[in-house]
């Protein structure tokens, strides 16, 4: 019996250790508690796809980033931290949130949909994500750059059947072009589909 008690308090020990050893996250949306509620956030509804302070950055990548989600330039150096790019991967807080990426973990892979060529200077190409914030990066030697017909936008439900690409090269990447979609591979410009 004193044997079972042993290992029942023993087992409940365990149990706690590990309770505590992952902060509690109530609503699962990878914010802790404890976070949410310093800064004035739901426990229970998932905010972090809000932006409380309307400084670009999300709720989550403020808590990713370790930025204060009620403060717009949380660091006061004039860059609101939408703009900043916290964890040095070439795309700010402002696109990560608007790709779904960790503001507070370098990215050298990202995926990017829709966004307009802003600038390509001496091999490095910004691209403006929709919904805001720029990604820079080197554009790789080993590009592959294609055109999407812009007629073929409506019926991309069975995308790239049917559709052939045409090739483009790193010069058609001219300020203004319209980039359907891209890829970041190593840090670097791998693939990027232009809409013409
Ligand atoms: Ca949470
Ligand atoms: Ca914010
Ligand atoms: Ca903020
Ligand atoms: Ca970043």
Redesign the pocket.
Known sequence: MAMMLTLLMLAVSVFAAQASAAPK?????????A??KAHDLS?KK?Q?NRDADGDGARNRCEYQAKTDPGVADSDADTIVDGDEDTDGDGATNRAESNLHSNCGRANSHLQIRRATVTSLTDGVLVLTVRGGGTVTAPVSSTLRCSVKKATDDASTSSEGKGSPKSSCAVADLVTGAKVHKARTKGGKFVAVTLVK
């Open positions: 996250d109530r609503n699962d949306n990878g914010i802790p508690d976070w949410e426990t998932d972090g």
